[in-house]
C-alpha cells in the first residue's frame, strides 16, 4: 500500500469520524431544545432546602363567594361600562384571602399588606411585581449583571395584551429592588399582571408572553422559570372575577329646579367648588395627592350650550376609606344644589333623602371592609392597579 493510499485512508477515517461526531452534537442540540420547549423540568424552588430557598412560597388563595348586590332607594350604583338604577354600592361577599400566590413561580418578598416592615425600595419592588395579582415570573442569571445593560432589553418586553410586565431584581446587598441605572443584581423577577377592569389573563396572551420571554432572556444571559399554563389561567379567571364583582361606580344626580343651567354659568360654579377640568373634558374633585376622589358629567356633549342635570359618580375601589369619597361627594352635590338650585335625586329623578343616602354610606363602608378582608384595600396600590 502506497504512502498515497494511507493518507486517503487516514483522511477518510478522520472525516467519518467528523461526521458522526457533528451528528451526535447536533442530535444534543436538537434534545435539549425540545426539552426546553416541552418539559416544565425547571429548578423547582419548592424542593430546596430551608436554606438555600430563602423566602417561602406562599399558595394563592382567592376564595369568591357570591356577589351580593346592595339596594337601596335612591341612588345609582354603576357597574364598570354600565347602569344600574336604585342601588347602592354593589360588592362581592368573600375575597381574595391570605397572603397571596404567585401562580407557579416564587415568592420573593412579603405582600404589600405586610409592607409596612420593608425598605422603601421593597416596597417599590412589591408594588411592581405584587405575589398576589402577578404572575411571578423567576429569572435565574448566569452571572452578576448592571441594570444599565438589561434595561434596554427588559423595555422590550412591557406590555401582553393590555397586561402590563414588570421586572425588579435582587441587588448585590440582599435587597429586591426595581432595576435602575448602576443597580447590579444576582437574580431577576418578573411579573405579568393576571388580570385588568376588562379582561382576565388569557391563553393567547400568556403564549406570546412566555415565547418573547424566553427572546428576552437569552439576551440578558438568565435562563426562565416558566409556570404552568393551566394553572396561570385559572388564577387569573378567579382574580378577574373578584375584581368583576367589586367594580362599583356609585352616582348621585343634581336636577335643575328650573331652567337648565348654562354651560357657562356652571364652569364658574365648579371651579369655586374645587373642581379641575382634566384635559379630557372630565371634571374631577382632586384629592390632594394628584389623584381624584370624584368626577362630574354635564351629561350633554361639548356642542351642548345648557344641561338640565349634573352626575357625580365615585370610582368606589379606587378611593381609600380614609378619604370618604362618598361622604365628600354627597356633602359636593348639596353644596351645588343650593348654589344652583337644584335636586339631589337617583336615576329616576326621585329626590333623594339623608336617611337613603346614610343607608347608602353604610353599604359603601360594608364594601371597604370586604376589599380589606380579602387583602386588596381601597385606593391600595393594588386596587389601583386592578380597577384604575
Same mark, same amino acid.
Given at each position: ?11 477518510? &477515517? ?50 369568591? &363567594? ?34 397571596? &400566590? ?287
Amino acid at each position: 500500500m502506497t504512502d498515497l493510499q494511507m493518507s486517503l485512508i487516514a483522511a477518510s &477515517g478522520v472525516f467519518i469520524v467528523g461526521v458522526v461526531a457533528y451528528n451526535k452534537w447536533q442530535e444534543y442540540k436538537a434534545k435539549k431544545s425540545v426539552e426546553r420547549a416541552f418539559s416544565s423540568d425547571h429548578d423547582d424552588v419548592l424542593m430546596r432546602p430551608d436554606g438555600e430557598a430563602g423566602v417561602p412560597r406562599h399558595e394563592p388563595s382567592f376564595s369568591l &363567594g357570591e356577589t351580593d348586590a346592595a339596594a337601596a332607594a335612591g341612588a345609582s350604583a354603576r357597574s364598570h361600562g354600565g347602569s344600574a338604577g336604585g342601588a347602592g354600592a354593589a360588592g362581592g361577599s368573600g375575597g381574595v384571602g391570605g397572603a397571596g &400566590g404567585d401562580a407557579g413561580g416564587e415568592s420573593y418578598a412579603p405582600t404589600a399588606h405586610e409592607a409596612g416592615t420593608l425598605t422603601p425600595a421593597a416596597e417599590q419592588a412589591t408594588a411592581l411585581v405584587d405575589p398576589l395579582i402577578d404572575c411571578l415570573l423567576p429569572l435565574a442569571l448566569e452571572a452578576p449583571v448592571r441594570g444599565d445593560k438589561i434595561l434596554p432589553v427588559l423595555q422590550k418586553l412591557r406590555l401582553v395584551g393590555n397586561k402590563p410586565v414588570h421586572y425588579i431584581g435582587l441587588h448585590v446587598n440582599g435587597d429586591w429592588e426595581p432595576i435602575v441605572h448602576g443597580g447590579v443584581y444576582t437574580e431577576l423577577q418578573g411579573g405579568v399582571q393576571l388580570a385588568s377592569r376588562s379582561t382576565a389573563l388569557n391563553e393567547l396572551e400568556y403564549s406570546e408572553l412566555v415565547t418573547r420571554l424566553r427572546a428576552m432572556a437569552d439576551e440578558i444571559g438568565a435562563e426562565p422559570a416558566i409556570p404552568d399554563m393551566m394553572e396561570v389561567m385559572a388564577e387569573a379567571k378567579t382574580l378577574h372575577r373578584f375584581v368583576s364583582s367589586h367594580d362599583a361606580q356609585l352616582g348621585v344626580n343634581l336636577h335643575t329646579n328650573g331652567a337648565p343651567w348654562a354651560i357657562s354659568t356652571l364652569l364658574g360654579a365648579l371651579e369655586k367648588q374645587g373642581f379641575d377640568v382634566r384635559p379630557d373634558g372630565r371634571y374631577v374633585m382632586p384629592d390632594g395627592d394628584g389623584g381624584h376622589l370624584f368626577s362630574l358629567s354635564t351629561n350633554v356633549t361639548l356642542a351642548e350650550e345648557t344641561t338640565p342635570r349634573l352626575t357625580l359618580l365615585l370610582d368606589v375601589p379606587c378611593v381609600a376609606p380614609s378619604r370618604d369619597g362618598f361622604g365628600a361627594m354627597i356633602a359636593c352635590a348639596k353644596s351645588l344644589a343650593g348654589r344652583l338650585d337644584g335636586t339631589i335625586v337617583d336615576d329616576y329623578s326621585q329626590a333623594l333623602s339623608d336617611e337613603a343616602l346614610a343607608e347608602i354610606a353604610g353599604q359603601v363602608r360594608d364594601f371597604y371592609a370586604d376589599m380589606e378582608s380579602s387583602d386588596i384595600p381601597a385606593g391600595s396600590t393594588r386596587a389601583l392597579r386592578l380597577f384604575c
